[in-house]
């Protein structure tokens, strides 16, 4: 091995919602590891200010509108890109969103909108990026998974659903694709400090800490969330040679909660 298989040179990625949060740590980490990075959000505003922020950085990041979830939009999105910047060498799929509601106050509408984004949109990314993948000879796609394609809990039952699908969406890519030396893996990142889990771990009326913040901490043996940047280095390797016999695997970052029945109450 040489410490070359984990660098991406010449090589170009495309990382959805990569405006900030999850997205932007790891679309920065590939564009360190050599990366072209291309990213699409939804809102144009979004667009702009991120390019700016990757800009900040040293980084020349293409950024283009597009929800994950129109399959006709994210056609001509990708033909751009195959245009003006090359063909999609590997594909992040982290566009993703969450609404914690009681499954039987949920709407199925809401439940729908979950689905579509989160399990449908890596699905309608995919199909369109592996036929370029196939005549270039090789291809890496990262699934942004998470605990929930593992567990369950209270008010997150289209997510837990969709993320459950997206590791077996994963494990499929894999399967049907890995002939054309594509690999498919996913990243399952633990419970991480951004704007989707904001909410978790607001401090309290009285200044202390949100309930769910004190029980994610008694639960990781890191004994801390996990921050964007705990998963770039997974990212790097998944999106390199040095992961080419790595296929339908789903590598959990996650400070060790999966491995850890929890601290015992003092
Ligand atoms: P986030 O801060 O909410 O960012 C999500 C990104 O996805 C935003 O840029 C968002 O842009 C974009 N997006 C949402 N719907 C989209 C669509 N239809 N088309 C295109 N872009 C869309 O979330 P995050 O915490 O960084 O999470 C990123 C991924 O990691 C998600 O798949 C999430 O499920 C997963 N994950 C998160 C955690 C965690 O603890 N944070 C843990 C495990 C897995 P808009 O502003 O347009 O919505
Ligand atoms: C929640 C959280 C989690 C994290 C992540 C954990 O409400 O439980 O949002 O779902 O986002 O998916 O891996």
New binding site residues.
């Given amino acids: 091995m040489k410490m070359d298989d984990f660098r991406l040179d010449g090589r170009v990625a495309l990382v959805?919602?990569g405006?900030?949060?999850?997205?932007f740590a790891i679309a920065t980490a590939l564009a360190e590891a050599g990366a072209k990075i291309v990213f699409?959000?939804?809102?144009p505003e979004?667009i702009e200010k991120s390019v700016a922020e990757y800009k900040k950085l040293g980084i020349e990041a293409h950024g283009y509108i597009?929800?994950?979830?129109d399959e006709d939009a994210v056609k001509e999105f990708i033909a751009k890109v195959e245009k003006e910047v090359g063909t999609v060498d590997i594909l992040v799929n982290?566009?993703?969103?969450?609404k914690r509601i009681p499954m039987i106050e949920m709407s199925a509408a809401d439940f729908r909108q979950v689905v579509d984004?989160?399990l449908n949109?890596p699905f309608i990314m995919a199909k369109a990026v592996i036929p370029g993948m196939i005549k270039k000879g090789h291809g890496k796609i990262i699934n942004?998974c998470?605990?929930m394609s593992e567990l369950g809990r209270e008010t997150v039952s289209a997510y837990a659903a969709a993320k459950g699908g997206l590791k077996m969406l994963t494990k499929n890519i894999a399967s049907e694709y890995g002939q054309y030396n594509i690999q498919c893996n996913g990243i399952g990142?633990g419970?991480?400090a951004?704007?989707?889990?904001a909410p978790l771990r607001e401090r309290q009326a009285d200044g202390s800490r949100h309930p769910f913040d004190s029980f994610i901490v008694a639960k990781t043996p890191a004994e801390r969330w996990g921050t964007p940047e705990d998963l770039q280095g997974p990212a790097v390797f998944l999106a390199s040679d040095a992961s080419n016999f790595v296929n339908g695997h789903i590598l959990y970052v996650d400070g060790g909660i999966l491995a850890y029945i929890g601290k015992q109450p003092q």
């Fill in positions: 959805t919602g405006s900030y949060g999850i997205g699409n959000d939804r809102k979004l597009c929800d994950v979830t982290n566009a993703g969103i969450i984004i989160d949109g942004i998470s605990m990142p419970y991480i951004t704007p989707q889990t």
